[in-house]
């Protein structure tokens, strides 16, 4: 069954939630061929219920103690920007679309997420650009993170917010 995993972290990110379960995203997805949704949703107050139909699934958590399981089991993971989740998603080898929060100030999300897009890694949107982006990308272009190499992730991530 083709699922995808959607993960803000640690942190509350209302705009992703809403944006990747609204019925026009959620119909995209279907269209796709994803007949699963997990949705881990941190500390937000956006909290959709789970759902369950003969075509699809949605379940919907705050937090694991390990988002590993939801990582491997998945075909696509969504992605707030941070740089753990990334880290832990491009090294886990699945398809990884980052949502960047561009409510933030001084987004370092948004340098990260480029960068790695430039690099062939992931794709990159706004959750206002989510269904468009969700629509127009192609999966299979998308390069294998080198494995095995925290040390040039933590470099490139000192070199993306200016340490």
């Given at each position: 069954?083709?699922?995808?995993?959607?993960?803000?972290?640690?942190?509350?990110?209302?705009?992703?939630?809403?944006?990747?379960?609204?019925?026009?995203?959620?119909?995209?997805?279907?269209?796709?061929?994803?007949?699963?949704?997990?949705?881990?949703?941190?500390?937000?107050?956006?909290?959709p219920g789970s759902v369950s139909t003969p075509t699809f699934t949605q379940e919907?958590?705050?937090?694991?103690?390990?988002?590993s399981k939801d990582i491997q089991e998945s075909d696509l993971v969504i992605s707030?920007?941070?740089?753990?989740?990334?880290?832990?998603?491009?090294?886990?080898?699945?398809?990884?679309?980052?949502?960047?929060?561009?409510?933030?100030?001084?987004?370092?999300?948004?340098?990260?997420?480029?960068?790695?897009?430039?690099?062939?890694?992931?794709?990159?949107?706004?959750?206002?650009?989510?269904?468009?982006?969700?629509?127009?990308m192609d999966l299979s272009t998308l390069k294998p993170f080198p494995p095995g190499?925290?040390?040039?992730?933590?470099?490139?991530?000192?070199?993306?917010?200016?340490?």
């Open positions: 069954m083709k699922s995808a995993f959607v993960t803000v972290g640690t942190t509350s990110f209302d705009g992703l939630v809403a944006a990747v379960t609204a019925p026009e995203a959620l119909r995209v997805l279907q269209d796709l061929g994803y007949k699963r949704l997990v949705l881990q949703i941190g500390r937000g107050t956006v909290a919907v958590y705050r937090y694991k103690n390990s988002l707030h920007a941070g740089a753990g989740s990334c880290l832990e998603v491009l090294e886990a080898g699945k398809p990884l679309l980052v949502v960047v929060n561009d409510k933030l100030m001084n987004n370092h999300q948004l340098e990260l997420a480029r960068q790695l897009h430039r690099d062939g890694h992931l794709f990159y949107c706004t959750c206002g650009t989510l269904i468009k982006t969700l629509q127009s190499q925290p040390e040039k992730f933590a470099a490139f991530l000192d070199k993306v917010v200016g340490i």
